[in-house]
């Protein structure tokens, strides 16, 4: 399927989408041109969908350290499955990095302490909380895909472009 050009070269295209797909997904709700929206939704449908597919891949192991006492302790750890890690891996490819930013009532400890463990928040907010509401979702309708919805807006004032809002279903 070809992809539109919406009047940019390649390198500008491809960060302008990728831009605008972290938008989607980090805050659930943009808006820009119709074009612009349909490109976005097809590469925000194509991210979640690898997502849902391969979000329950995980590997439990326990290992045993030492604690400061000098105990054995048995740790049980959870990790990524290969199909899950290299799902991972080709979603941080397409999608920026966005921080977690600390809340208006946030101390810094309590931020801190929230984000501590926490290296790649949008991919861990598209593996534990979007891909299990789209799975639970399919299982239900009996279908996949259709994670987006385009509205179109009007005309927008000045260049009279037909402008749409973006949001997660």
Do not use: C
């Given at each position: 399927m070809?992809?539109?050009?919406?009047g940019?070269?390649t390198?500008?295209?491809?960060?302008?989408?990728?831009?605008q797909?972290?938008?989607?997904?980090?805050?659930?709700?943009?808006?820009?041109?119709?074009?612009?929206?349909?490109?976005?939704s097809?590469?925000?449908?194509?991210?979640?969908?690898?997502?849902?597919?391969?979000?329950?891949?995980?590997?439990?192991?326990?290992?045993?350290?030492?604690?400061?006492?000098?105990?054995?302790?048995?740790?049980?750890?959870?990790?990524?499955?290969?199909?899950?890690?290299?799902?991972?891996?080709?979603?941080?490819?397409?999608?920026?990095?966005?921080?977690?930013?600390?809340?208006?009532?946030?101390?810094?400890?309590?931020?801190?302490?929230?984000?501590?463990?926490?290296?790649?928040?949008?991919?861990?907010?598209?593996?534990?909380?979007?891909?299990?509401?789209?799975?639970?979702?399919?299982?239900?309708?009996?279908?996949?895909?259709?994670?987006?919805?385009?509205?179109?807006?009007?005309?927008?004032?000045?260049?009279?472009?037909?402008?749409?809002?973006?949001?997660?279903?």
């Amino acid at each position: 399927m070809e992809q539109r050009k919406l009047g940019r070269p390649t390198d500008q295209r491809d960060a302008l989408l990728t831009n605008q797909v972290t938008e989607l997904l980090w805050h659930g709700k943009i808006e820009t041109t119709y074009a612009r929206a349909k490109e976005v939704s097809r590469m925000a449908d194509k991210i979640l969908t690898l997502a849902v597919n391969t979000y329950t891949d995980t590997v439990k192991k326990i290992e045993t350290r030492k604690n400061k006492k000098g105990q054995d302790v048995k740790i049980e750890l959870v990790n990524d499955g290969k199909d899950k890690l290299a799902a991972r891996r080709r979603i941080m490819g397409k999608v920026y990095d966005p921080q977690e930013q600390r809340k208006a009532d946030e101390t810094k400890a309590s931020f801190r302490g929230r984000t501590e463990h926490i290296k790649h928040p949008l991919i861990e907010k598209i593996f534990n909380e979007l891909a299990p509401k789209y799975d639970k979702r399919n299982k239900q309708n009996g279908q996949g895909g259709g994670y987006t919805r385009v509205l179109k807006a009007g005309p927008r004032r000045g260049d009279n472009a037909e402008m749409a809002v973006i949001e997660l279903v």
